[in-house]
């Protein structure tokens, strides 16, 4: 056996050290993964294998990417994911499928739609569900047909509606639906929406894109009687100069001030709107909130918004390709979202897998209705096991306080931080940009003293803190008003080498992702949950309004050797008000 490098060997001895010593949840009771046509020593497998999630939706293996279709039908919740069935990278794009009743158990079924068809040979890429009256489930998505990627957009129906999985689905002989025109950019023309029904009895779907020869992000507005026969309209939904491709738009609206999720259709007074998209340029997911301009067919996102990559983000983290359903059962609106591997692609191959789903998240209007507030369905508590409570804990300049009694490296965490006063907090140097946390977070750190804050968690940490992924607020005194910084810096969370041996394979990331949190700071308290799982954290600040997911990949951090700790290292003395902690269960079926 050969090491590329001293650290190679270096991961290699703490892989061997650590498999005789780990112990992890129910790890006895994984099959072992196929590793693809890569031999690998059995004890570097193995600790591959521990970064493996154990509560989120992954399939047994290879690739996985956006979330597509979601949708309730009959009692059954439906998702479908863009995956590759022969390896670890993407590549072979199909639709595979996966039916739950509770969104926390998941079983796998034959691939809903995959190449087959002169409209989709190319590749079957994302697209949406929308359920017709007479409770007819129809999916539109978006089918490549050359190898110049040449994109149209095609429908699918089940086969079979008095099946409860919908296992079949058709691709009738009339597609494609949805053809570029001359006017449209034919390689930048996908990812259909939910459809939603106007006054005027039409349907409606937009389509993400990018103007020909220019960076103008463009959300198409289709329009359909019959939902077979689609015509372009004037003007598209929305628009924005400068923000480039436009993925995987997203349109629905929200209730004001209200808890309840709507129906794509639903409009009214006391309803606003949400428009998102994927941005190929930075990989992150933005929204504005506006108004539905009925008559004009057009989206207006209010004033004091940003549209483009200085405005506010479903999660400041791994997040793409999100999509979002309204769940007739619950009366809620949920938001699936993807994240990649931040590893190397060597290992994502040697892995033999890449890609989960993030947990699912209702979404709402804050009450401020000037962002969402995003939540884990509750659903995922049924996973929640043995318990350890704290409150009351004062936790000085540099202290940290381990949350012990918990499977740290499988965990739900959700903790209170308060504090006596703002006086502390740094000043906000006005030359700092405000719209890049994510510099100022890797700056300041977690170890860099402050005044209230750093505090926070330190997740996936190891007993010595050689591995550590800390989740933390800082909060600055700016001019006008206070600013807090939340950060998941995933920068320090592994030892491990993190070049590509390949030669267009991508080295790791680990970034110091950071957002701004917009809370009242009145009641001098702050709140964090943090789903922990091997190789995900997935945080939610001040009740979800700033959401930030990490990817990592710890090597001493792993399973039983994981620990958990409050920390502060700001001079202002913070106290856990309260804080829980649960080890989590894994779902019984998780796509075996
Ligand atoms: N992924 C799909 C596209 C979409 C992109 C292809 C976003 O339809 O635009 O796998 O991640």
């Not at 007739?328 to 609106?333: A, S, T, V, Y």
């Not at 692609?345 to 890609?355: H, P």
């Not at 100022?440 to 003293?449: F, P």
């Not at 990490?550 to 913070?574: M, Q, W």
Request: proline share 5%.
């Amino acid at each position: 056996m050969e090491f590329r490098a001293k650290s190679d060997f270096l991961v290699f001895l703490l892989c061997c050290l650590a498999l005789f010593n780990i112990n992890c949840v129910e790890a006895s009771h994984e099959v072992f993964l196929n590793l693809q046509s890569l031999s690998l020593p059995a004890p570097l497998n193995h600790v591959y294998h521990l970064h493996r999630t154990r509560y989120h939706f992954q399939p047994r293996k290879n690739w996985i990417n956006d979330p597509n279709g979601p949708m309730y039908y009959n009692g059954i919740y439906h998702l479908f994911y863009q995956y590759n069935p022969k390896g670890a990278v993407w590549g072979n794009i199909v639709w595979a499928h996966s039916v739950s009743k509770d969104l926390v158990n998941w079983k796998k079924l034959e691939h809903a739609i995959y190449p087959s068809k002169p409209f989709d040979q190319y590749g079957c890429w994302s697209g949406s569900a929308t359920v017709l009256p007479g409770n007819k489930p129809v999916i539109l998505y978006t089918g490549i047909v050359d190898d110049k990627q040449t994109q149209v957009q095609n429908y699918a129906v089940p086969a079979n509606l008095s099946d409860p999985y919908l296992r079949l689905w058709i691709k009738p002989d009339n597609n494609p639906l949805i053809v570029a025109d001359n006017w449209v950019n034919k390689t930048a023309f996908r990812d259909p929406t939910t459809a939603w029904f106007g006054k005027d009895g039409k349907w409606r779907v937009t389509i993400g894109g990018r103007r020909k020869r220019k960076h103008r992000g463009i959300a198409y507005l289709y329009r359909s009687k019959d939902f077979m026969r689609w015509t372009k309209a004037k003007h598209p939904l929305h628009s924005a100069a400068g923000t480039g491709n436009w993925e995987c738009p997203d349109f629905f609206p929200v209730q004001v001030n209200g808890k309840n999720g709507l129906d794509t259709s639903v409009t009214g007074r006391n309803v606003k709107y949400v428009f998102k998209v994927s941005l190929d340029v930075t990989r992150y997911e933005y929204y504005t909130i506006g108004t539905y301009d009925i008559k004009k067919d057009k989206y207006i996102p209010e004033k004091d918004m940003i549209d483009g990559w200085n405005g506010l983000r479903y999660d400041y983290g791994n997040f793409y390709a999100s999509k979002s359903f309204f769940d007739p059962g619950k009366n809620r609106r949920i938001l699936w979202g993807w994240a990649n591997e931040s590893d190397t692609t060597d290992n994502d191959v040697k892995k033999g897998w890449a890609g989960i789903q993030l947990i699912p998240r209702t979404v709402v209007l804050d009450p401020s209705g000037k962002q969402l507030l995003q939540w884990p369905v509750e659903e995922l508590e049924t996973l929640r096991g043995k318990k350890v409570e704290l409150s009351n804990q004062n936790l000085n300049k540099g202290e940290k306080i381990e949350i012990k009694g918990i499977t740290a490296a499988q965990s739900d965490v959700d903790v209170t931080f308060s504090f006596n006063s703002l006086d502390k907090a740094e000043t906000f140097d006005p030359s700092w940009d405000r719209y890049d946390a994510q510099k100022l977070c890797s700056q300041k750190g977690s170890t860099v003293e402050g005044g209230l804050g750093p505090f926070g968690l330190l997740t996936l940490a190891s007993e010595n803190l050689e591995e550590y992924t800390p989740v933390f607020f800082r909060v600055f005194k700016a001019q006008d008003k206070h600013l807090v910084l939340m950060c998941s810096d995933a920068s320090r969370s592994t030892l491990m080498n993190g070049n590509s041996s390949m030669k267009d394979g991508k080295d790791a990331y680990r970034p110091s992702f950071a957002g701004f949190v917009n809370v009242d700071l009145n009641d001098k308290k702050l709140s964090l949950r943090s789903l922990i799982d091997h190789s995900v954290v997935e945080s939610f600040g001040a009740g979800g309004r700033t959401c930030i997911t990490s990817r990592v990949y710890p090597i001493l951090a792993v399973c039983d050797k994981a620990h958990l700790y409050a920390f502060n290292n700001g001079t202002e003395t913070v106290k856990i008000d309260t804080l829980k902690a649960w080890s989590m269960n894994r779902p019984k079926e998780m796509n075996h």
